[in-house]
C-alpha cells in the first residue's frame, strides 16, 4: 500500500491511518527521524520495522527472541554486526556518532544489514522512535 | 556433513565467523529460519566463550538429515564450578571482552535456553568441551 497515494486510502479516516502506520515504519522514514546517515544496504529502506531494542550488552541482544528487530546501540565493533547477524537483526543504529569502521561497514553490507550513524544519543533515538510507534520488545 | 573451525583465544576480528558460516549452510539446507536462529545464537555465545575465555578451540559441526550435532572444545583455564558458571549473572570476562560487549555472565544460560540439548564438561587447567544438539525439523521433538 502506498502511504500517500490512493484515493481509497485517502478517504481513509485519519484515526484508522494513524493506528496502521503506527504499527510499522520503513526504515527510511526511520532514518528521517533520527537524521540519520544510512552507511551500507540501501537497497532495504524500504523494509519495514515493528520493533526495536537499546542495548550495548550484546549479551543481552542475544537473549531477545524476536527477529526482524531495530538495535541502538553505542557500541561499533565487528562483534555488533555478528550479534546481529545470529540474532536476525536487520537494521543498527550507532548513537552519538561512534565511529564505525571502515571493516564494520563491509561486513554489514556482506550480511545484509542495513547500518545507520546518528549524532543523537540512545536515549533520544529511543524517545523519537517510540514516540513515532516502534514497539519494545519488552 | 562434517565441517571443522578452528578458533584462537583473544582473536575477536575471527569471532563469530565459524557461526556465520554455520548459518549460511543451514540456510542452504532451508532449514527453518526459528531453528537456525536457536542453533546460531548458542552456537556464537559458545564461540565467542572460547575467544573469550580460552586459549585455542576447535568446533565440529555435524549434520544429518533431521539432526545437528555441534562440539566445541578448547584448551584454557577450564571452569573450576559449572554450576555457578551456568548462574545468570555469573562472569569472570576481562575488561578487554566487556569492552567488546560481551562478560554479563548470561551466555551460558542462553545457550541452555536455545539448544535442544546442552551438555558441558571441564577439566580445570586443562579445557572445556560444550556438545550442542539441535532436531532441524519443527515437531520433531
Ligand atoms: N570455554 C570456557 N573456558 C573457560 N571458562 C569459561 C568458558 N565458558 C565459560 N566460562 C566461564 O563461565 C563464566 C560464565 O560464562 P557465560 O558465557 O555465562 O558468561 P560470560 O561469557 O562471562 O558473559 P556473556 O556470555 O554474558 O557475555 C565465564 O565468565 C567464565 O568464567
Ligand atoms: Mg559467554
Known amino acids: ?138 | 556433513m562434517q565441517f571443522k573451525y578452528k578458533l584462537e583465544g583473544g582473536d575477536f576480528t575471527n569471532a563469530g565467523n565459524a557461526s556465520s558460516a554455520v548459518k549460511k549452510i543451514l540456510r542452504q539446507l532451508n532449514v527453518d529460519s526459528a531453528i537456525i536462529k536457536r542453533i546460531v545464537v548458542a552456537l556464537y555465545e559458545a564461540e565467542v566463550n572460547i575467544v573469550a575465555h580460552a586459549y585455542s578451540g576447535i568446533i565440529d559441526v555435524n549434520i544429518d538429515e533431521n539432526k545437528l550435532y555441534i562440539c566445541l572444545e578448547d584448551k584454557g583455564p577450564g571452569i573450576p564450578d559449572i554450576e555457578k558458571a551456568m548462574e545468570e549473572g555469573y562472569s569472570t570476562a576481562s575488561s578487554k571482552v566487556r569492552e567488546m560487549g560481551f562478560g554479563a555472565g548470561m551466555g551460558l544460560a542462553n545457550i541452555k535456553r536455545n539448544a535442544d540439548r546442552f551438555l558441558i564438561s571441564s577439566e580445570t587447567g586443562k579445557g572445556t568441551k560444550v556438545e550442542l544438539f539441535h532436531n532441524l525439523k519443527q515437531n520433531a521433538e
Open chain 1, 1 to 138: 500500500m502506498n502511504r500517500e497515494n490512493g484515493r481509497l486510502w485517502k478517504n481513509f479516516p485519519e484515526s484508522l491511518k494513524r493506528s496502521y502506520w503506527n504499527q510499522v515504519k520503513k526504515i527510511r522514514e526511520i532514518s528521517e527521524i533520527i537524521e540519520g546517515k544510512v552507511l551500507c544496504c540501501q537497497n532495504m529502506l524500504d523494509h519495514n520495522i515493528e520493533h526495536a531494542f537499546a542495548s550495548d550488552l550484546m549479551s543481552d541482544v542475544l537473549t531477545v527472541e524476536k527477529s526482524n528487530l531495530l538495535l541502538i546501540t553505542g557500541l561499533a565493533n565487528t562483534q555488533t554486526i555478528r550479534t546481529a547477524e545470529m540474532s536476525d537483526i536487520s537494521c543498527i543504529i550507532f548513537a552519538r556518532n561512534k565511529k564505525v569502521g571502515s571493516e564494520i561497514v563491509s561486513l554489514a553490507e556482506e550480511t545484509g544489514i542495513i547500518i545507520m550513524e546518528s549524532s543523537f544519543s540512545v536515549f533520544r533515538i529511543s524517545g523519537e522512535l517510540y514516540k513515532a510507534g516502534i514497539k519494545p520488545v519488552f
